[in-house]
């Protein structure tokens, strides 16, 4: 009998007996037929009748198959075939395998019949099989998209990746769901784009597995199919996935960001030096910055590096320290002094690198290593070395004076009160000194600011020349050495002292007038310093010489190389002191290299 729905009306006229007999014969071949037969009608192909075979071969009954568009059937890629020819096609059961048929078409009265039968070579279908082993050795799943059901339908491979269950299991729409959100629109539109345009396309997203939540990264490729009218029929494809992959690639590039962030704070080049090309790469900013060099300028080779960039001095240990890591393990370490392009300055680098081989024991093919600008720490290096040498010799220094204040403070002093009297106040003078020197980066202390110190308790007011006070220091700003400052500072502590006992500071009407200047003398600068007392009690040359006569005569004359001269007259002791300052060693500067 002819399979249609009960309520759909037979559109032929009434028949004949005749006819009836041949349409009862007619209807009797197309059921016991074996092969099976389909009629479609409509513009989707829908079956209209079916016989039991097609049946059969499909898993399915006829209730399942009327009604139902031929798309939904077939891959989504697989043409109508021409009139009369066999086409091998993918056909979908409905029990959720797949069957490989041979369909012929034929047209009559406006509808398609078509011939189905099972391959019978199975070429087809083998070949089916040997692309499904392929993809699943090469770990992909395909998979296939019906436009017209919207359903995908996964292989067993794609569905194992999915998690999801083989066949037409799941809807395009629910798929999507289990994509990440912030992978959906950016996933539609690379596939929107590949539609319109005709070709095909491939995503990568992340996806969350239904069978155990776990997320993983997807990739897909696919490609749509056409109809004749150029109308979107569905999508075939491939998935894999892709999760090991992506960790590892993230895992290498967090690696490389912490690499970078390190080798940025560190102020660290890297670098790759290839030996059979002498070619470099610089794999930062900081390379161009310690050479001086723009990129549009280009890396240098080391053949450049040797001739044009490395101090000559330095040439011969940086090649051996080279030649020494080819011929052992090929660990380089090695420091010289290059200059750079964009100022012209001579900067120490350190190098440390390795060279790699093809294989132990063969050519080193390329060195991969970095670069680091230590002048400021070389710089600091040798200013710490001085200023330990320093550190030595202000010691000594100390320790012998010191020595001398205990041993002619105790010649001079009448009791052990006088004693304790003029030994603290030495001290206490010789610490003022060494704090002002320590306090100050560039260990010196200022001239006026020893006089003020001293002279301090005596002013009557600012002890500047238009005060016209009791105290008067006038001259420039002269800043002293730390091997001057010490002894200087104890000669202005013992002229204030013995004003204070025995001249102008030891009566009210007393006077002190200090003045000082710079005097050039050849290459170097002469302090030229007057001590005048005014207003005094009468001055009388000293009968025996004391601490402070030796201190001035002596210290000033060996430790400052001073020239001084002391004239007790009657109305005023005055004391010239013509001493030459050292130059500065600008490495003891800390802020020489800001």
């Known amino acids: 009998m002819d399979h249609r729905p009960d309520d759909q009306p037979d559109p032929r006229p009434a028949a004949t007996a005749a006819d009836s007999q041949d ?7 197309f059921e016991a037929a074996p092969v099976g037969l389909a009629c479609l009608a409509g513009a989707e192909d829908r079956f209209v009748a079916v016989n039991p075979h097609l049946c059969a071969l499909l898993g399915a009954t006829p209730a399942d198959l009327l009604g139902r568009p031929l798309a939904e059937m077939r891959d989504a890629d697989a043409g109508m075939g021409l009139p009369g020819e066999a086409a091998e096609q993918c056909w979908r059961r409905l029990d959720q395998g797949t069957v490989w048929l041979r ?7 406006g509808r398609r019949v078509l011939v189905v039968e099972p391959a019978e070579d199975g070429r087809a279908a083998a070949r089916a099989e040997q692309t499904r082993l392929a993809l699943a050795s090469a770990g992909l ?3 296939s998209w019906n436009a017209a059901s919207r359903q995908v339908t996964l292989s067993e491979r794609a569905a194992e990746i999915l998690g999801l269950p083989a066949g037409p299991s799941v809807s395009w729409d629910s798929l999507q769901a289990l994509l990440h959100r912030d992978d959906v629109e950016r ?9 319109t345009e005709g070709r095909a396309y491939a995503i990568e997203f992340r996806y969350s597995r239904p069978r155990d939540g776990q997320s993983l990264w997807i990739s897909a490729r696919g490609r749509a199919t056409l109809g004749p009218d150029g109308s979107l029929l569905g999508m075939i494809g491939v998935v894999q996935d892709v999760t090991a992959r992506e960790e590892a690639r993230r895992a290498l590039y967090d690696r490389e960001q912490r690499l970078r962030v390190a080798t940025s704070v560190a102020a660290l080049g890297i670098f790759e030096w290839h030996l059979l090309d002498d070619q470099a790469l610089w794999e930062n900013e900081r ?4 050479f001086g060099r723009r990129p549009q300028d280009g ?3 080391m053949t450049e590096f040797f001739r044009d960039v490395m101090h000559p001095e330095d040439k011969a240990p940086f090649r051996e320290a080279v030649s020494a890591a080819l011929r052992g393990e090929g660990v380089l370490h090695a420091t010289g002094r290059v200059r750079r392009a964009s100022d012209g300055a001579w900067r120490t680098i350190e190098m440390a690198g390795r060279f790699e081989r093809d294989t132990p024991g063969g050519l080193p093919r390329r060195l991969i290593g970095v670069l680091a600008d230590i002048t400021d720490r070389h710089l600091a290096e040798e200013r710490q070395t001085l200023l330990i040498r320093e550190l030595h010799h202000r010691v000594k220094n100390t320790l012998a004076t010191v020595q001398a204040i205990v041993g002619s403070t105790a010649r001079t002093a009448s009791s052990i009160d006088s004693f304790y009297e003029a030994f603290v106040g030495r001290i206490m003078s010789l610490a003022h000194t060494h704090s002002v020197l320590t306090e100050d980066v560039w260990q ?3 001239l006026r600011g020893l006089l003020e110190n001293e002279l301090k308790p005596y002013a009557d007011g600012a002890m500047t020349p238009e005060a016209d006070g009791r105290i008067t220091l006038d001259g420039p700003a002269v800043d002293l050495a ?5 002894p200087i500072g104890m000669a202005i502590h013992e002229l204030t002292t013995n004003a204070a006992k025995y001249g102008a500071l030891s009566g009210r009407s007393g006077r002190v007038q200090v003045r000082w200047s710079l005097e050039p003398e050849g290459d170097r600068t002469i302090l030229r310093f007057e001590w005048r007392e005014s207003g005094g009690p009468a001055v009388t040359p000293p009968t025996r010489q004391g601490f402070g006569s030796r201190l001035l005569q002596r210290v000033l004359s060996t430790q400052v190389q001073a020239t001084v001269a002391t004239d007790y007259a009657a109305d005023g002791l005055r004391l010239t002191m013509l001493a030459p300052l050292p130059k500065r060693n600008a490495a003891l500067n800390p802020l020489a290299t800001l």
Do not use: C, P, Y
């Open 23 to 29: 349409h009862a014969l007619a209807r009797l071949a």
């Open 103 to 109: 369909v012929r078409v034929s047209e009559r009265e």
């Open 141 to 143: 799943g395909d998979w």
């Open 187 to 195: 996933a539609r539109a690379v596939v929107q784009d590949a539609v």
């Open 287 to 290: 390379m161009w910055e310690i």
């Open 299 to 301: 890396t240098i080779s």
């Open 444 to 446: 010196t202390a200022s």
């Open 482 to 486: 730390s091997e001057i400052a010490v």
